[in-house]
């Protein structure tokens, strides 16, 4: 999308639809664009990503958390950290927010057709996985078989409650929920209580025509990754996105590079090999 004006930092104006508490400390929001030409011709690939200002507050940038086949509008969920994601916490229906994107490269969803693919995420790190998620179920003809790891500190920090119901009713896609066996943990019948290794170990994926996509803390895909590669499969066919410190999204202001790799451009979808060679303070 060209930017506002020819200017590069002007953002669109978009209008919260409506919002969803995920979690005491997780929303999502349903942006429209205010002016529908811009709306209409509002184009991006699941895996890129969009910097959202709050008015007075201050920008940030957050993965687009809905698919390209859904239009109409943009969703993002957004943890509450900092001042800015408490601006935008404390919004509601028919407020304001500013939009530029989309940036960033995309998950290759070409490559992906015909093959199996698993999807691995943990706690918000499911938001970026949502977008080719929902990509995929929209065109579930073009795929081999899909599943989804989804695991979370405990139930209540489960992300996309309704459409987790959904997943579940679905013959479209196998679903495996699990939680962190920590001390107390209670959950449902149809929650594991494990991380996400042990479940790996025992399903034994078979890399043959199939690709991970995984997103989650960064001691989550550390742990998958090896265990994957212990498993046998390839670093090039797994694939994840990294969301970590970025500013302008615009490949200026130098916030986010990893050696010479600047993760709003060059990213933020990589796959495993690719990472492997980032500088080793990565
Ligand atoms: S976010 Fe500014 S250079 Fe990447």
Redesign the pocket.
Known sequence: MTAENGNLYKPHIVTVTEVWEETPTIKTFRMVFDDPKVGDNFTFKAGQFGEYSVFGEGEA?FCIANSPTRKGYIECSVKEVARMTHGLHLLDVGDKVGFRGPYGNWFPLEEMKGKKLMFIGGGIGLAPLRSLIQNVLDTRKDFDQVDIIYAARCEEEFVYKREIEEWKASSDCGLCLAVDPIPDQVCGDDVRVSFIPPILEEMKPNPKNRIVITCGPPIMIKLVTAKLEELGWPAEQIITTLEM?????????????IGST????DGPVFTYEQIRSFPQEY
Do not use: D, I, P, Q
């Open positions: 940038t410190k970025m500013k302008c999204g615009l490949g200026k202001c130098g916030r986010c590079n600047y993760v709003c451009k």
